[in-house]
C-alpha cells in the first residue's frame, strides 16, 4: 500500500499489514506486538528530530523487519546533528520505559512491566557501538568531529567487532543455560555478518579506486 502525506511517501508492506493482523487475533503473541511498536515509536523518534532539523525524508518504508527512513539528501546535517539523530531513537525507548515504570509504581499493577522492559532493552541494544546500530552510528559521527572519515570508519569497526566477542559469548551462555533462548545469540550472528559484509564492500570499493587511478 502507498500513499503520500505531507509530500512524503509512504509505503506499507502487505505482509507488514497481516503481520499486525494476525498477532493482534494470536492470545500469545501480545509481547511481539508491543516490541513491534516500541521499535516503530523508536524510528519515530528518529523522524521527528530529522524534521526538527528540517530535512523532510523523501520516503518511509515500513516493512516485516520495522521502518527504513529514506532521507532526501538535499540537507547537509552536521556531525553533531547527526549524531543526535542518532540518538534520539534510543532515548524515545528510554524516555517511554521511564513513564511506563512510573505508571507501573503509580498504579501497581504489572500490565506496564513488559513495555517497560522491551523499550529499555531496545534503547540498550541499539546504544551499543556496532555499526549498523544508532551506537555505532553516533561514536562515528563523533569520531568525524576529529578525526578523518576514514579513520573513524576504521575504528567503529574494530571497537563493533570488540564489542562483539562477550555480547556472543553471552549469547552461547543464555541459549545453554535457557536451552532454547536464541535471540541474542541470532543478533550477534546478524550483526557479524553485517559487519564482514561492509568490510567486504569497502575493500571492493577501495580495489576499484585503485584500478581506476592506474
Aim: a positive charge; one cysteine or more; aromatic letters at 12%.
Amino acid at each position: 500500500m502507498r500513499f503520500k502525506l505531507g509530500g512524503v511517501r509512504f509505503h506499507l508492506s502487505v505482509f507488514f499489514a497481516l503481520g499486525l493482523c494476525v498477532i493482534a487475533l494470536a492470545e500469545t503473541a501480545e509481547n511481539l506486538l508491543i516490541v513491534i511498536v516500541s521499535s516503530l515509536i523508536h524510528e519515530f523518534g528518529h523522524l521527528a528530530v530529522l524534521l526538527g532539523y528540517g530535512e523532510k525524508p523523501k520516503a518511509i518504508h515500513i516493512g516485516v523487519f520495522g521502518m527504513e527512513i529514506r532521507r532526501s539528501g538535499n540537507l547537509h546535517l552536521s556531525y553533531a546533528q547527526e549524531c543526535a539523530v542518532a540518538l534520539s531513537g534510543p532515548a524515545v525507548n528510554l524516555l517511554l520505559c521511564l513513564i511506563l515504570f512510573g505508571f507501573q509504581i503509580l498504579f501497581t499493577s504489572d500490565f506496564f512491566l513488559f513495555p517497560a522492559l522491551a523499550n529499555l532493552a531496545l534503547a540498550l541494544l541499539n546504544l551499543l557501538p556496532i555499526t549498523p546500530l544508532d551506537g555505532g552510528r553516533a561514536l562515528y559521527f563523533l569520531l568525524c568531529r576529529k578525526k578523518g572519515e576514514a579513520q573513524a570508519q576504521g575504528i567503529t569497526e574494530k571497537t563493533g567487532m570488540l564489542t562483539l566477542f562477550p555480547l556472543s559469548a553471552l549469547g552461547f551462555y543464555v541459549l545453554i543455560q535457557s536451552g532454547y533462548n536464541y535471540s541474542l545469540l541470532a543478533v550477534c550472528v546478524y550483526l557479524c555478518l553485517f559487519l564482514l559484509l561492509e568490510k567486504s564492500e569497502s575493500f571492493c570499493g577501495k580495489s576499484r579506486q585503485k584500478i581506476s587511478h592506474k
